[in-house]
Structure formats: structure tokens, C-alpha cells
């Protein structure tokens, strides 16, 4: 492939990674996506031609990898779902000519079975890959319970007479605080919010 192309498709990869970035952490729905544990998250580069993207591997997927992964045609870069969304804006755009290196110095063929497969043939480009990091920072990440459990029914705006409207009201209130200080929530604020509301009925009853 002619690796002229790369630096257009790096960076326009790049450049839609980061507008599909949302939230304070852009990975925190990842935190609960399957029950028997977090999903893991990588920067996926393609050596052929440059393109990036974000791959998921979900927890019973850990043990495999894709066939692009294996024969080396592709790397994946780990990346931590908490990992704050304004961190990323900043650091993906500075990898771009590191990335752009790496693929130049890179062939991508097939082999005598029509396997793809992948081999340095510039020694610089290697030595960038052991250099290549995201520097980032994260975001606090707070369960729901632990997070809201010592706060009162007022300082959560709530009382047992709050209607369904006004939790859910109160808890995009609090999600939108959580947001503002850059903390992730894991769990469910409206459910923790109408727990807190039948534990005031039964206590007024």
C-alpha cells in the first residue's frame, strides 16, 4: 500500500475518535457492561494504513485475540475507561505523528499460506512502538451507595412525599454535580434515590 496515505487517515481516525468522546470519563459505561466484570478497552492501529479506532474485548474475550492482533498487521494500545475525556482530547492528537512514523516503518504483506503479517523495515519506527504511551489522567470513579449513603434526605433533595417526577429530577441534579467535578458514577442514582424514599415512608409509617 502506498503509506502516503497514512497521514490524512491517522489523523482523520483520530479526529473522530475524539468527537465520539462523551461524558467526563468516555469509557465509564464500559465500568458495568457485563456482569462478570469490566469490558477492556484499545486503541486499535492499523499498520497498513494508518486507521485508528477503538476495539472492545469483553471479559469472557480476554484469552483471544483477532487474527489482525496475532500476526501483528494490527496493534492494540491498552486504554483505561476512566481514562478523563478532556485527557484524551489533549493526548490522542499528539500521538498522531509518532503513529504516522510507526506505519511507515512498517511492511504489511501476505505470506506463502495468505496470512496477513507484518515486519519492521525501519529500526527507528520499532524503537518508537516501546515509546509510544498515552499520557493521561483519570477520573474519580465513586459507587453510587458509597458515594450518596451519608448524605441526608435534604442535602439529597429528596423526602418520602417526593413524587416519581421529582427524583427523577433530584438524581439528574446529582449526576449533573458528578459530571461538573469530573467523577464517574457506577450504579444507578434513581434507584438509589427511590430506596432512600421508601426507607423515609416506612420510617414516617
Known sequence: MDKSVTTSKTASSIAAIIASLEGPAWGAPLLQAYQEGPAEVFLAIDLDDGECYIQTRAPHERNSRPAGVRSGATMWLRLEPTIR?????????????????????????????????????????????????????????????????????????????????????????????????????????????????????????
Open 85 to 205: 475525556r478532556d485527557s484524551l482530547e489533549y493526548a490522542l492528537p499528539d500521538m498522531v505523528p509518532t503513529i504516522e512514523r510507526i506505519v511507515a516503518g512498517t511492511e504489511v504483506y501476505q505470506d506463502a499460506n495468505m496470512n496477513w503479517r507484518s515486519r519492521w523495515i525501519d529500526g527507528e519506527a520499532a524503537y518508537l512502538v516501546t515509546e509510544l504511551a498515552i499520557p493521561a489522567e483519570y477520573a474519580d470513579v465513586r459507587e453510587v451507595f458509597e458515594w450518596l449513603n451519608d448524605q441526608s434526605d435534604e442535602e439529597l433533595g429528596i423526602s418520602a412525599d417526593s413524587t416519581d417526577e421529582e427524583l427523577k429530577e433530584a438524581a439528574a441534579q446529582i449526576e449533573s454535580v458528578a459530571e461538573h467535578d469530573q467523577i464517574v458514577l457506577t450504579g444507578d442514582v434513581l434507584d438509589f434515590l427511590e430506596g432512600r424514599r421508601d426507607i423515609a415512608q416506612a420510617d414516617r409509617d
